[in-house]
């Protein structure tokens, strides 16, 4: 039971729990809470891998943007607990059966994976940030354009829908 | 010493989870949460393989999933209080226009 | 040398006039029209002589001049066509005739046409034919030469409808254009053979490949790839030049204003087909069967027109057979290998055909419009310098010496009596040349002599203006002149034309063959055979139709059946429309139209819209509308995904996973 | 006893160095309130507070000590969870910031042990420092919120965007400096800056990032929101804005985040623009190390005139001793030069944080609120794509004279 083990499993408990916690509130602002709780459980789990940057990122921008819009809407729109209807049946039978399917694919899928997922990594910390700075403006400087384009899409997009229209 | 593998198994349950907020909440702004909670999941799973594979294009693309995120949530919250104002309600269950 | 680096402004010229007077011109009074028209035009033929003077300045070891490339029009894989032009002694040749002839008929047609509608119009299309016709000259690639090719092919079709409001004139460009996209079509196949066999169509590097002597007889054989690709161009150069069986468009083509049957469909445009085959001759030297086509098909076209000449009535049409079949004698040369002497043939011929049609249109400017000549007579006294101008054309068709056309059909019936085999070839060749003169004659005297047959009343016959007579004289004393570097040869000299050409041309296949002494007295006996076969024509032609004019109408009744065919074209386009053009209507109406159109094609779109509509009508109870159950659909669709990928192995390559 | 203390000292240290942190920053808020009032006071011409103690010196204690006291009402129909979880989470993650700072630059060697200034030295300092400025939205939105009454809702959602809107610009400005810097971490950035000791004061980042220092302080001052940028705790508008529920000591840990993350935001300025702990002197003028000490001397004797014509006994008595105190170290810390080396970055790093929370106070007492559209253009509309042109413009330099 290393430290980083130990570390690893109080922060997955942490996210899992959230997650759950997630599910079972039945108040938005809760859930949205619970999230937070997982993101910045995440976050540790990034730190704990060795890709700061990847962590910082995941707070400032998941945390204290999206998350803070989020809040911000829930506030905004004064959204209530939410009620129990119970309209698709679809939802109501198929659902569990199907997610439970799913997770036992994937968790299939990561047991026969090769070994090198079995195998442990030190985190490695050399040059990260730079690294990933060098190849996100150098190999993906393409993307990169195209994601600031749909940022600037989004902006317009979201005024778009969110303005009264003068009456 | 972390095995990958435990990285992916969590990233695989967390993605589980969201799914069945996604398939199970009514309210519609949870449910947009719970896809922000399986592309956090997704993101677990890039970096760790990253991290494995000493390469960092899998936190690149971590980079690119939250840009893209964010920008999922500039819309889509503004869809939805779009429809809290047109529909007074925020249960998806409330909108059922998709159909003929 | 500036002129030689900037080849480009030689064909760019017309092309400015062109645009300049097309999009501006409309509005504009003839005055500037002409400047703008006539300017370009002089302005290349000054440019085309300086660059044929810089040229002949060149010091030998620049010789072959480089084409000049500038730049790539077509890179695709191994194919490059580039604009690239080049010149040499052929190219200077067409040169001189294009930009030459061209100005005069410019010049002739500001004073015929001058009280036409749409002159803007036709001067800007004029302008546009001499720029694809120089494209095409000076071209140094099949490719860009191809591209002149279709270019002139255009404008012909554009000028031959210019009283597009007469249907006649626009079926006839219709006619001219359709009969030569079918030579087109094997020209395309002779170029894309070419570039399968030798990889690139510049023409210096494919002739050098060609005349590598390689080749084995499976390419030089029989049927080997020459000869098809000779042929296949060969079909193109019969469709371009009016040969058989392509000739049709010709003879219509006449309803266009008589300048652009003077330069497009005399001078010039056909004898691209000519210019071609003397420019790919390393190709067809090396095929025996390619170059006997060639001959036979020439040889059977001169006479072939020149008998449906005999009865023609309307004057443009004689003038455009006798085309036809100078045409067939330009073939007949390149056939038996005496490529510079149909060269030379072309350029006396470009002269004189030239001079023939402005007379020509000069007549019928005087009486109005009247073409037939039967209506004519007796105009010697009214319009003197047509007459005379007309009458020295006359005397060079026909062969007469010393005029241009003697010493040409004189340099190509020698060379086909030359080769083994070829005396057929010659008798026919000389028999056409009687013909020929004796309907040029005929036509002379139908229309200068005896007495007026038209209504002295309304139609009062006035000279042309000097704007029009002024080529005419030009065009005269060229076609006496322009034979006579060819002229030493007869007593024994050297022929400066072939030697001129000869970097270019192999020279003459069989002029070497027999001996110096013996060619010469044979090429004297045959000079003066052909002469005297001229002057045979002549006469009976002067006693048919001076003597007795009453005769030729009891000739006509004595074989009425030889004389429907003739004055009917040998029926070829009633031929033509009952083998080719009813049945393609038919299968055009009733398979295309009726069945493919209608029944396949329209009844597929329909029959999918409505098996849309039916299904959807199924599949539109799985919309609940309810967003929960779609979320569920969305993780089955996910789930399948999965499960496939999972189980099938097979398929992770597909989608890009790598295992 | 010993080897359980060598054993795990590195645990021990920190948890000491956190201890101490946690008082003197508990103490400095405390002490920023007096300071406060008393410029405050002074600029609108009053006395501010002179009862408790000398010169008020004591109210602070007397503040918490109401505080602690007060009774605790938790307002009906709250939503209890967040209710208790906003202030918490405030006062923690303001506190936690601090940790981040560097306070010194070499260690100090005490025990046998290297001990550093500064808790977490981080090599994404910085963006750790940022991360944790953006969660501090929860703390502002989540106490609007779940108190469940009007003005503190509308606090709430004035502070959530103001605070995400500024966040952008806040961020943005520092890029210029990291772009200098080339690193994350605060004491490469301090270092950069010492790159020329020569120059002194001119070697600081605030010329060459004169725009960045600007929208920073601004977005700095939004952040925390301080006046012009209170919107969220408007007396005038929304009685108290986002704490109107809150009473005694959850009102105080509002009070203290507030506080600590002015001192944060102080901090930073200091590092990221004016040099850090770096003396604004030349490095070659050696005598200028004994000025943080000289500059008790007369300071203490000062303390000791005011004392002695104080009115109160209690004054008399106790200002001369103080200043009595203060010269007598000021002397003993020029007998020291080691000490008197190692004083020189705290003393020129808490000097430049103390005109930063002058500067702060000074904006209270003399500006005017902004209003809220007039908040959110100029965020937009100017703060932002002003500090977006400073990053290229100083990409742009750096890419052709380079970062020196």
């Known amino acids: ?167 | 010493m972390v095995p990958t593998s435990y990285y992916l198994i969590l990233s695989a349950v967390l993605f589980g989870l969201g799914v069945v907020a996604f398939v199970f909440k009514r309210n519609v702004i949870t449910i947009f949460m719970s896809i922000e909670l399986m592309l956090n999941a997704v993101n677990l799973a890039f970096v760790a393989f990253s991290q494995a594979r000493h390469q960092s294009d899998g936190q690149v693309f971590v980079l690119f999933v939250i840009v893209v995120a964010a920008a999922e949530a500039a819309v889509g919250l503004g869809i939805i209080i779009l429809m809290a104002r047109n529909r007074q309600s925020l249960n998806v269950e409330r909108v059922d226009l998709l159909k003929l | 040398m500036p002129i030689l680096d900037h080849l480009w402004i030689i064909p760019l010229l017309p092309l400015l006039g062109s645009a300049i007077n097309g999009l501006l011109g409309g509005k504009w009074p003839n005055k500037i029209v002409n400047s703008v028209a006539l300017g370009a035009t002089g302005l290349s033929f000054l440019f085309a002589l300086e660059a044929v003077r810089e040229f002949l300045a060149l010091s030998p070891d620049k010789l072959p001049f480089a084409p000049q490339h500038y730049f790539d029009w077509i890179v695709a894989g191994s194919f490059r066509a580039g604009f690239d032009l080049e010149i040499d002694q052929l190219t200077i040749v067409m040169l001189m005739v294009v930009t030459g002839v061209g100005f005069l008929i410019h010049i002739y047609a500001t004073g015929y046409m001058a009280h036409e509608s749409g002159y803007y119009r036709f001067f800007s299309y004029l302008n546009l034919f001499m720029f694809f016709m120089l494209v095409l000259v000076m071209a140094a690639n099949y490719v860009l030469l191809f591209v002149g090719w279709e270019g002139v092919g255009l404008c012909s079709y554009l000028l031959i409808g210019f009283y597009f409001l007469k249907k006649s004139a626009s079926d006839a460009g219709k006619k001219a254009f359709i009969v030569n996209r079918i030579g087109d079509f094997g020209f395309m196949l002779g170029m894309f053979l070419l570039f399968r066999t030798f990889h690139t169509l510049d023409f210096t590097t494919l002739f050098a490949a060609a005349s590598n002597p390689a080749w084995g007889h499976e390419a030089w054989g029989q049927f080997g790839t020459f000869t098809i690709a000779c042929l296949l161009l060969f079909m193109g150069a019969t469709g371009k030049s009016a040969q058989l069986p392509l000739y049709v468009w010709l003879p219509d083509a006449m309803e266009g204003p008589t300048p652009v049957s003077a330069l497009i469909h005399a001078a010039t445009m056909v004898t691209a087909g000519v210019y071609v085959v003397a420019r790919s001759h390393i190709l067809f030297v090396h095929s025996e069967t390619a170059m006997v086509v060639v001959a036979v098909v020439g040889c059977a076209t001169a006479f072939f027109a020149a008998t449906i000449g005999l009865v023609q009535t309307d004057i443009k049409r004689v003038l455009a057979y006798s085309t036809v079949s100078q045409l067939g004698y330009m073939f007949l040369a390149c056939g038996v290998g005496a490529f510079s002497a149909g060269i030379f043939h072309l350029m006396t011929h470009a002269f004189f055909k030239a001079l023939l049609f402005l007379a020509a249109g000069s007549v019928i400017h005087a009486m109005g419009g009247e073409q037939d000549m039967r209506k004519m007579g007796g105009l010697s006294k009214k319009i003197k310098y047509t007459y005379r101008t007309m009458l020295i054309a006359t005397l060079a068709i026909a062969g007469i010496p010393p005029l241009a056309g003697f010493f040409s059909k004189d340099a190509i019936l020698l060379s086909a009596f030359q080769i083994e085999g070829g005396h057929p070839l010659y008798a026919i060749g000389l028999l056409t040349a009687l013909l020929t003169s004796f309907y040029m004659f005929r036509l002379i005297f139908l229309t200068f002599h005896g007495k007026p047959r038209y209504d002295e009343h309304h139609v009062h016959v006035h000279e042309s203006p000097w704007s029009m007579l002024g080529p005419l004289v030009a065009l005269a004393v060229l076609s006496v002149i322009g034979g006579w570097i060819a002229a030493p040869a007869l007593w024994g000299g050297t022929d400066y034309f072939a030697s001129f050409l000869a970097p270019v041309l192999a020279s003459p296949q069989g002029a070497e063959a027999v001996n110096e002494a013996a060619a010469h007295q044979l090429e004297i006996i045959l000079a003066i055979v052909a002469v005297a076969s001229a002057l045979l024509g002549w006469g009976v032609a002067y006693w048919l139709y001076m003597r007795q004019p009453g005769k030729p109408e009891q000739i006509a009744k004595s074989m009425r059946p030889v004389y429907n065919t003739l004055l009917n074209k040998y029926y070829v386009d009633e031929f033509y429309s009952a083998v080719i053009i009813k049945p393609l209507m038919w299968i055009s109406t009733n398979v295309f139209w009726k069945f493919v159109d209608v029944a396949a094609i329209d009844g597929t779109v329909n029959g999918i819209a409505s098996g849309a509509t039916n299904i959807g009508d199924i599949v539109r109870h799985t919309q609940s509308g309810n967003t929960r159950s779609y979320a569920v659909w969305v993780i089955i669709g996910a789930l399948v995904v999965i499960a496939v990928i999972f189980f099938w192995p097979a398929v992770r390559p597909v989608v890009g996973m790598v295992r | 006893m010993i080897s359980f203390l060598n054993a795990n000292a590195t645990i021990i240290i920190y948890l000491v160095k956190i201890a101490l942190l946690l008082f003197i920053v508990l103490t400095v808020n405390a002490y920023l309130t007096w300071f406060e009032r008393k410029v405050v006071a002074h600029m609108q011409s009053r006395w501010g507070p002179h009862r408790v103690g000398p010169h008020g010196l004591l109210q602070p204690l007397a503040d918490g000590a109401k505080f602690l006291l007060k009774e605790d009402p938790t307002p009906a129909g709250v939503d209890k969870f967040t209710y208790f979880l906003a202030p918490l989470m405030a006062l923690a993650l303001a506190l936690t910031s601090i940790a981040i700072i560097p306070f010194g630059p070499q260690p100090l060697h005490i025990f046998g042990r290297d001990i550093t200034l500064g808790i977490a030295d981080l090599n994404i300092g910085i963006l750790a420092l940022f991360a944790i400025t953006a969660l501090s939205v929860y703390g502002v939105a989540l106490a609007g919120w779940s108190s469940n009454s009007k003005y503190p809702l509308l606090g709430g959602l004035r502070s959530s965007a103001q605070m995400v809107s500024y966040e952008l610009s806040l961020t943005m400005s520092v890029v210029g400096v990291l772009l200098l810097a080339g690193s994350f971490n605060l004491r490469d950035i301090i270092n950069a800056q010492a790159h020329h000791p020569e120059r002194g004061i001119f070697g600081w980042n605030v010329w060459p990032q004169i725009l960045g220092f600007f929208c920073f302080f601004v977005a700095a001052v939004a952040e925390t929101n301080r006046v012009p940028f209170d919107l969220p705790e408007a007396e005038s508008e929304l009685v108290a804005g986002f704490h109107t529920e809150y009473a005694s000591f959850k009102f105080a840990m509002f009070f203290i985040a507030e506080y600590t993350s002015m001192i944060t935001v102080s901090c930073l300025c200091t590092i990221m623009f004016f040099g850090g702990w770096l003396s604004p002197f030349p490095a070659s003028w050696t005598l200028t190390h004994y000025l943080p000490s000289v500059i008790l001397i007369p300071f203490g004797l000062w303390v000791i005139w005011d004392g002695i014509r104080y009115e109160t006994i209690f004054g008399k008595i106790i200002l001369p001793g103080v200043g009595l105190a203060i010269t007598v170290m000021g002397a003993v810390l020029i007998a020291f030069p080691t000490v008197n080396e190692f004083i020189q970055g705290p003393f020129w790093l808490l000097a430049k944080i103390f005109v930063f929370l002058f500067v702060y106070v000074w904006m209270r007492g003399t500006l005017p609120r902004f209003r809220y559209d007039q908040l959110m253009s100029f965020g937009w509309k100017l703060l932002l794509p002003v500090s977006i042109a400073n990053v290229v413009i100083t990409a742009f330099a750096i890419l052709m004279w380079g970062a020196r």
């Open chain 1, 1 to 167: 039971m290393t430290p980083q083990l130990a570390v690893f499993f109080v922060l997955a408990t942490l996210a899992v729990l959230g997650a759950l916690n997630l599910i079972m509130q039945r108040h938005p602002i809760h859930s949205a809470l619970s999230l937070i709780v997982v993101m910045i459980a995440l976050a540790g789990l990034y730190l704990l891998m060795g890709s700061e940057f990847v962590a910082a990122v995941q707070i400032i921008v998941y945390g204290g943007a999206i998350m803070v819009l989020f809040v911000f809407v829930i506030m905004l729109l004064n959204a209530g607990v939410e009620e129990r209807t119970n309209i698709s049946k679809l939802a109501g039978i198929a659902g569990i059966p199907l997610a439970v399917a799913l997770l036992g694919f994937l968790a299939a899928a990561i047991a026969r994976s090769n070994e090198s997922a079995q195998a442990g990594f030190e985190s490695s910390t050399l040059a990260n940030t730079k690294e990933i700075s060098t190849m996100l403006f150098k190999d993906f400087v393409y993307p990169f354009e195209l994601t600031s384009f749909l940022i600037l899409v989004a902006i317009l997009g979201a005024i778009v829908l969110a303005q009264r229209e003068k009456s």
